[in-house]
């Protein structure tokens, strides 16, 4: 009924000449009304005959009509296009396009799918979807996003769902499956497995946030130089006008000592702003990868997860080194020095201290970015002798050997001078001095397990807990037990691979804080 009232509505608002909704309606004098276009063209054919008739009554007229705008009837033309054109968006809307999941169940034009079962599996329209909602058995069933994979589900030898992964070949597969060619292999449900990798995923992710954290901070200090550089090099070239008084004989050097100042500043600027940009290239890339695995993360399908966990966990290795050091140079103040020097030994000895100026501008180094050692050979060249602190050591641990060996167990003459505030009861012991940036020392280790460790400042203060290494910010250790090794820091732990040996190789990179602290500890 609705439908017939809409149409009886278009045809009282529609011109009989050209049958279609009235355009730019205007009203003659009998109160029809037409189309502009419409009635001008019929008149203007009947032009030669001086009469002038209304196409519906007839009505006739010798002199040519003027024609009045209609106004009520625009606007019911407007409202009856927007009623229209809403109707028809309202039912495109409801059904299924190119880019959209289809029900499974409609039949002729299918309707778009609001959900899909990971148990039947199939996408179903709201209509068709309801009996998941009333029905006692199928209220178990798994519902997701409307999903155009969900055949991806299925199992292409047995035709049933996949829910089980089997970890010995890394593949998800169905009950079928597993009774057959994987009969015997580790298997556990895909929900289960998912739970497993998602922890693994989340890991990643932390990794990714602190390397975009560390290179974050170090961009910020590379901007920080080139700041400094700029400043220290304007300075400089400011200064350079000490030559005025020597102008006559010194102007050729000025101006060859201020290209040679540009040329090293555009030199060094142009060093470190290439690292930036690599940084901040890294920094994207990761941030991308983050946002993949955040993407993974929230996927409700478990094999879709797990089908595209391994692509998307791996972590490519950092091509930048773990912090940037800052030699703690005054930059170009040198040249002034120098320029000063000539002022006051004048013409007779300026060749001997212009060979000073150009020294003092080549020589401006502000990145010791010195590339990690490939081999042990490399890594001995930073190799230091580290003896151990018998004031920190814990009472089960017993050094020897000029303190530079630690054994476990108990002498009864040491209860006499233990503290039982030397490292909060933690069963380890420190290094007996600073580190002076960047040094190597191998460790012979038998036993249980070993944790060895590098920490930015005294681990006394505060709880046993909190003070083992690695457990909090001031610390990074490496456990090694008998089967795997472990690296810990702020009690973040994660795997590290690699054949497990009785000796291991330290290497401590110099960081932003000025001393660092060798220590080993045993639990």
Not at 33 to 42: G, L, P, Q, T, V
Request: charged share 30%; with cysteine.
């Amino acid at each position: 009924m609705a439908k017939r009232g809409d149409q009886l509505d278009r045809q009282k608002i529609s011109c009989s000449i050209c049958l279609d909704l009235l355009k730019n309606p205007v009203t003659i004098p009998c109160g029809h009304s037409y189309c502009m276009n419409c009635i001008k063209a019929r008149w203007d054919g009947e032009h030669q005959r001086r009469i002038y008739s209304c196409p519906q009554c007839r009505e006739t007229s010798r002199q040519r009509p003027a024609l009045s705008k209609n106004i009520l009837l625009s606007k019911l033309v407007m409202d009856v296009k927007k009623t229209s054109r809403h109707q028809a968006a309202v039912v495109n809307h409801c059904y299924a396009g190119a880019e959209d999941v289809a029900c499974d169940v409609c039949t002729g034009r299918k309707r778009k799918a609001v959900k899909s079962c990971l148990s039947c599996p199939a996408s179903y329209c709201e209509d068709h979807l309801q009996p998941h909602y009333d029905a006692p058995p199928l209220k178990k069933h798994k519902l997701t996003n409307p999903s155009k994979r969900l055949e991806e589900n299925i199992c292409s030898r047995h035709d049933e769902v996949m829910k089980i992964f089997c970890r010995t070949d890394q593949q998800c597969i169905c009950y079928l499956c597993s009774m057959d060619e994987h009969k015997g292999h580790e298997t556990v449900p895909a929900a289960a497995e998912r739970i497993e990798k998602q922890k693994e995923l989340q890991e990643r992710r932390q990794q990714i946030q602190q390397r975009i954290r560390d290179q974050e901070k170090d961009v910020k200090l590379l901007q920080q130089e080139v700041e400094a550089i700029n400043g220290s090099a304007d300075k400089a070239v400011e200064d350079n006008k000490i030559f005025t008084d020597l102008i006559r004989l010194l102007q050729k050097r000025s101006s060859d000592l201020k290209q040679q100042i540009r040329s090293q500043q555009e030199t060094e600027v142009s060093r470190v702003k290439e690292l930036q940009e690599k940084l901040e290239q890294e920094i994207t890339e990761l941030k991308r990868k983050d946002a993949e695995l955040e993407k993974l993360s929230i996927t409700e399908d478990h094999n879709q997860f797990l089908q595209n966990y391994p692509s998307l966990s791996a972590l490519s290795e950092s091509t930048h080194s773990s912090s940037i050091n800052i030699r703690p140079l005054r930059y170009f103040e040198d040249v002034t020095t120098a320029v000063s020097e000539l002022r006051e030994k004048l013409q007779d000895i300026l060749r001997d201290t212009w060979t000073n100026i150009s020294v003092a501008v080549s020589d401006m180094d502000v990145l010791l970015l010195e590339p990690e050692p490939k081999t042990r050979a490399g890594f001995l060249k930073y190799s230091r002798e580290i003896t151990l602190d018998p004031k920190s050591a814990h009472i089960l641990l017993l050094l020897s050997e000029g303190n530079r060996k630690v054994t476990f167990g108990f002498k009864q003459q040491r209860l006499i001078a233990f503290n039982p505030s030397i490292v909060n009861g933690c069963c380890q012991v420190m290094g007996g001095e600073h580190l002076p940036g960047r040094c190597y020392w191998e460790v012979e280790w038998r036993g249980r397990a070993i944790r060895l460790a590098v920490s930015s400042n005294d681990n006394r203060i505060g709880s046993a807990d909190a003070n083992l290494f690695g457990s909090n910010t001031n610390s990074w250790a490496l456990r090694c037990d008998k089967n795997s090794y472990t690296y810990i820091h702020n009690n973040m732990r994660v795997p590290v691979s690699g054949p497990v040996s009785s000796r291991i190789g330290v290497l401590a990179l110099p960081t932003e804080l000025s001393k660092a602290e060798g220590r080993h500890a045993l639990r």
